[in-house]
Structures are given as structure tokens and as C-alpha cells.
């Protein structure tokens, strides 16, 4: 099966989660650093998460899966190790158009997870739609060789330069030559090596002069 990519906004989401085993808290914590509305974890065999909850987001009901737990749901997690529950559980968001992921037998639900590489922003997801779990781990290895941390300065050097770049209400075919001009620059060596002064140097050279007096400090914050 070929599946379709896509990246989620789950800001507005609620998430509920069936089953808080290692597999199930591998989930949780993704979820969490994503900063959904609330997550709703289900499980009658757990007394407590040990999981980081500052905003008060993750809620934990010690009690067997009902398809009343699905309502206002809007992604679903199954990962118990029993197969009723899961297979109940995503017959019950089949019925109810949600979206849900089946861990153990991913067939039953409706999308997998990739395997994922990031460095902050920078995420790389990569997958063989669960034809080779083992080449995907070699493939994210591979990712870590060639993308560095410096690749995360320069996803965070782009976003700030965005900031200044868009309130002068320039054609958007401006605004690309610019940011591929970065891109394909001295830019990655440069945050590389921490030279800030050559850095805010090549930034002027390639942005427009109204932006000038801000460079300095955007390349500040990051080196």
C-alpha cells in the first residue's frame, strides 16, 4: 500500500490515546511535543504517566476503552496488546470517520507513522509504507550523518529572516530569490563555524537594504 505524506497541525486537536505500554508512551510524548489542545490517554492497567505536562493538556483515565472516550477526537492512537481492543477501537473510528492509527497491525487503521529524523524545525520523515522497517532505521542514520546541527540554525536563520522579509510587501517572487539566494549561499558554513560577523555581512549582501539594521540582530540570537 502506497500511503499519502503529510505533515499535521494538531494545534486544535484533541488526541486520544488506547493503551500507555512502551509503544503507547513512545506516542504520548510525540504527540506532546507537538502542542495539541489536549491529550486523552486510556488505559485501565496504568496508575500514572510520567510524562511533562506544564500546559495541563494530557488527561489520564484509569478505564477500558468506550466508544464514548472518541467524542470531540480527532486522531486516535490504538496500542494495547490485545487485538479485540485495537481491532474495537479502530472499527469504532471507521464508523465515526477519525483518523486512527493501529499499532501492532497498522492495516487495520487508516496511516502509519514514518520514521522521523529532525533537528528542531527540520524534520525528515521517511518511510517504506512498512515494507522494511530496518532500511527506514538505516536511512535516518544516514540523515543524521548528512544533515547536521547546523541545519537547525539555518531553518531558525530563514524563519527570522521570514519576519523581517514579509512586512515590506514584496512580490513573492522576490521573496523566493531571496530565500533561495540564502540557501544556496555561505550561509551553512558560516553558522557552521560561528562567524557572526561574516554572516550578517553575506546577509546584507543579499537582502534588501530596509532589512539591513535588523540582520545584526537576527544573527545575534542565533550565534
Given at each position: 500500500?502506497?500511503?499519502?505524506p503529510?505533515f499535521?497541525?494538531?494545534?486544535?486537536?484533541?488526541?486520544l490515546?488506547?493503551?500507555?505500554?512502551s509503544?503507547g508512551?513512545?506516542?504520548?510524548?510525540t504527540?506532546?511535543?507537538?502542542?495539541?489542545?489536549?491529550?486523552?490517554?486510556?488505559?485501565?492497567?496504568?496508575?500514572?504517566?510520567?510524562?511533562?505536562?506544564?500546559?495541563?493538556?494530557?488527561?489520564h483515565?484509569?478505564?477500558s476503552?468506550?466508544v464514548?472516550h472518541?467524542?470531540?477526537?480527532?486522531?486516535?492512537?490504538a496500542c494495547?496488546?490485545?487485538?479485540?481492543?485495537n481491532?474495537k477501537?479502530?472499527?469504532?473510528?471507521q464508523?465515526?470517520?477519525?483518523?486512527c492509527?493501529?499499532?501492532?497491525?497498522?492495516d487495520?487503521g487508516?496511516?502509519?507513522?514514518?520514521?522521523?529524523?529532525?533537528?528542531?524545525d527540520?524534520?525528515?520523515?521517511?518511510?517504506?509504507?512498512?515494507?522494511?522497517?530496518?532500511?527506514?532505521?538505516?536511512?535516518?542514520?544516514?540523515?543524521?550523518?548528512?544533515?547536521?546541527?547546523e541545519y537547525?540554525l539555518?531553518?531558525e536563520?530563514?524563519?527570522?529572516?521570514?519576519?523581517i522579509?514579509?512586512?515590506l510587501?514584496?512580490?513573492?517572487k522576490?521573496?523566493?530569490?531571496?530565500?533561495?539566494?540564502?540557501?544556496?549561499?555561505?550561509?551553512?558554513?558560516l553558522l557552521?563555524?560561528?562567524?557572526s560577523?561574516q554572516?550578517?555581512?553575506?546577509?546584507?549582501?543579499i537582502?534588501?537594504?530596509?532589512?539591513?539594521?535588523?540582520v545584526?540582530?537576527?544573527v545575534?540570537?542565533?550565534i
Open positions: 500500500m502506497r500511503y499519502f503529510i499535521l497541525n494538531i494545534s486544535d486537536k484533541t488526541c490515546i488506547v493503551g500507555a505500554g509503544v508512551l513512545r506516542k504520548i510524548k504527540l506532546m511535543s507537538c502542542s495539541p489542545e489536549k491529550v486523552i490517554v486510556i488505559d485501565p492497567f496504568t496508575d500514572s504517566l510520567d510524562i511533562q505536562d506544564q500546559d495541563s493538556r494530557l488527561t483515565l484509569k478505564e476503552f468506550n464514548t472518541l467524542e470531540g477526537c480527532s486522531l486516535v492512537f494495547t496488546n490485545d487485538p479485540e481492543v481491532e477501537v479502530a472499527r469504532a473510528c464508523e465515526k470517520n477519525i483518523l492509527n493501529v499499532a501492532e497491525t497498522p487495520q487508516d496511516f502509519i507513522l514514518p520514521g522521523v529524523f529532525s533537528r528542531q527540520l524534520i525528515i520523515a521517511v518511510s517504506t509504507c512498512g515494507c522494511s522497517p530496518a532500511l527506514t532505521a538505516r536511512i535516518k542514520q544516514d540523515l543524521s550523518d548528512i544533515y547536521g546541527p537547525a539555518l531553518t536563520l530563514l524563519a527570522a529572516v521570514r519576519k522579509i514579509l512586512p510587501d514584496l512580490p513573492q522576490k521573496n523566493r530569490e531571496y530565500f533561495r539566494a540564502i540557501v544556496d549561499s555561505e550561509a551553512l558554513p557552521k563555524q560561528g562567524k560577523r554572516l550578517a555581512e553575506l546577509l546584507q549582501q537582502l534588501p537594504s530596509d532589512t539591513h539594521n535588523e545584526q540582530g537576527v545575534n540570537d542565533l
